[in-house]
């Protein structure tokens, strides 16, 4: 039997979006008629088809149920959680690195006081929430042990919520995990899809608490050993639908929950290219979408002799696109540069 999938496509942004949606030629995003499209492409595993929202009505019975049933979620409304606001995005996942060797800034905030200090100008310049993490998941770091990752973050933790700082934690084990909800962390972020320790999901379940479901093809030490998929976008979204399905099953209920496609983690640059091109898809799944774009990999082979330490431009370039495409969180390091960009961008659309 042919598997359909949804991707809406051909967005609108401001002004112009609110003037669609109200004229109804197009449709709202989680309705905001902040950001509306008005096509959809209907993608097999085999084909591609891009249609006007006014065409649905003319294929044939099953395949229109099914795109009608992805446009429900698509359409569907989002509440907030974890100090994001959904009806204007995108919202910036601020990153702070507690590492001496994360890829692009280890060793630079790994202390007390230049943890603070960074996290709360993130907050300043525009974050919504700060991502705080203890171990490089950078291709070919190997995994450390819990109470060396706790003693990288704790006194950090601690100091950043009493201050009022909302705070992401950016962890794969589940015993970190209960410590920072119990110290009052806002969501947690793992970056293997829950997979890395299986008592994750139970945890989860216990405090009901909002979660970060990555995709990650492999572990750090080996996931960029040439990555391959039989189709990167499909499989991706395949990986999701399974992921909760089975956390339903475990007695997750609640819709706090965030999908991220993991850029670079067990992708080479087409894969990573397909999923930025095309990753209006997730859309359908119903659920917010994070994506970590800031100082990837990608940049440096796209812009070649033009790569440069901090990467603002590609990752400035490849915000705009995917805030185009809807995407809610973006996971930055340059908050300042990066909203920057994006509130200039907004003004010149909307003017």
């Not at 030490?221 to 992921?243: G, T």
Request: a positive charge; charged letters at 25%; proline letters at 3%.
């Amino acid at each position: 039997m042919v598997r359909y999938y949804t991707r809406v496509c051909n967005f609108y942004y401001g002004k112009n979006s609110k003037i669609l949606v109200n004229k109804k030629k197009a449709i709202s995003l989680n309705q905001s008629k902040e950001i509306s499209f008005d096509q959809v492409e209907i993608i097999t595993r085999k084909s591609k088809k891009i249609i006007s929202i006014n065409q649905i009505k003319n294929l044939p019975k099953s395949v229109r149920k099914k795109i009608n049933f992805d446009l429900v979620k698509v359409k569907s409304k989002k509440n907030n959680f974890s100090n994001f606001n959904f009806k204007k995005i995108p919202n910036l996942l601020g990153v702070l690195n507690l590492t001496p060797d994360s890829f692009s800034d280890g060793g630079k905030f790994n202390s007390k006081v230049r943890g603070i200090n960074h996290a709360t100008n993130l907050i300043n310049n525009g974050a919504n929430l700060i991502d705080v993490g203890g171990e490089s998941t950078r291709p070919g770091s190997k995994a450390i042990s819990d109470n060396l990752e706790w003693r990288r973050i704790n006194k950090v933790l601690e100091s950043l919520i009493k201050k009022r700082i909302p705070i992401s934690l950016d962890t794969r084990k589940s015993n970190i995990m209960e410590k920072g909800i119990n110290l009052g962390v806002k969501l947690i972020n793992d970056v293997s899809g829950l997979d890395f320790d299986t008592n994750t999901v139970n945890i989860l379940k216990k405090y009901k608490f909002p979660f970060v479901i990555q995709h990650s093809q492999g572990v750090p030490e080996n996931m960029q050993k040439k990555p391959s998929y039989k189709n990167e976008l499909l499989d991706i979204y395949d990986f999701f639908e399974k992921k909760i399905k089975l956390i339903r099953s475990k007695g997750i209920t609640h819709n706090n929950i965030i999908l991220d496609p993991g850029i670079g983690f067990g992708k080479n640059l087409k894969h990573n290219m397909s999923l930025i091109y095309n990753i209006s898809i997730f859309h359908s799944l119903g659920f917010p979408i994070l994506v970590g774009n800031s100082r990837k990999k990608f940049i440096k082979e796209l812009s070649g002799k033009n790569d440069s330490k901090s990467r603002i431009g590609g990752t400035l370039a490849s915000s705009i696109y995917l805030m185009m495409q809807g995407v809610q969180i973006l996971r930055i390091h340059d908050v300042n540069e990066i909203t920057q960009g994006l509130k200039i961008f907004k003004k010149i659309i909307d003017n």
